[in-house]
């Protein structure tokens, strides 16, 4: 399965944007599909993840209660709607795919190509 995310873009503090991580192939309902984010000079990190099967959810504390991760099956396409941004969220964004509730990105195989979101002061 390859993933494709996009929605990114340039946003003020504050600001609102909703990404989008569609894959072309099966999304098996064991698979567990995960965001990650990687900003300049740093290491890639988790920011949430979602149970392609259900709606089991988890998020990065960094990003509680501002993101919200959600997946529709008929159009094979899990989002992340990102709300309250702040500059330290400015990051190139991906998407994967896993077959553990994990948040270490070891676990996760398929990997997107991402997207740029930038957060301005």
């Known amino acids: 399965v390859q993933l494709q995310a996009s929605g990114g873009g340039l946003v003020q503090t504050g600001g609102s944007l909703r990404l989008s991580c569609t894959a072309s192939?099966?999304?098996?309902?064991?698979?567990?599909m995960g965001w990650f984010r990687q900003a300049p000079g740093k290491e890639r990190e988790f920011v949430a993840l979602?149970?392609?099967?259900?709606?089991?959810?988890k998020y990065a504390d960094s990003v509680k209660g501002r993101f919200t991760i959600s997946r529709d099956s008929a159009k094979n396409t899990v989002y992340l709607q990102m709300n309250s941004l702040k500059p330290e969220d400015t990051a190139v964004y991906s998407c994967?795919?896993?077959?553990?509730?994990?948040?270490?990105?070891?676990?996760?195989?398929?990997w997107g190509q991402g997207t740029l979101v930038t957060v301005s002061s």
């Open positions: 994967a795919a896993g077959i553990h509730w994990s948040t270490s990105t070891r676990d996760y195989f398929n």
């Open positions: 979602v149970r392609w099967s259900r709606d089991s959810t």
């Open positions: 192939g099966r999304l098996f309902s064991s698979y567990v």
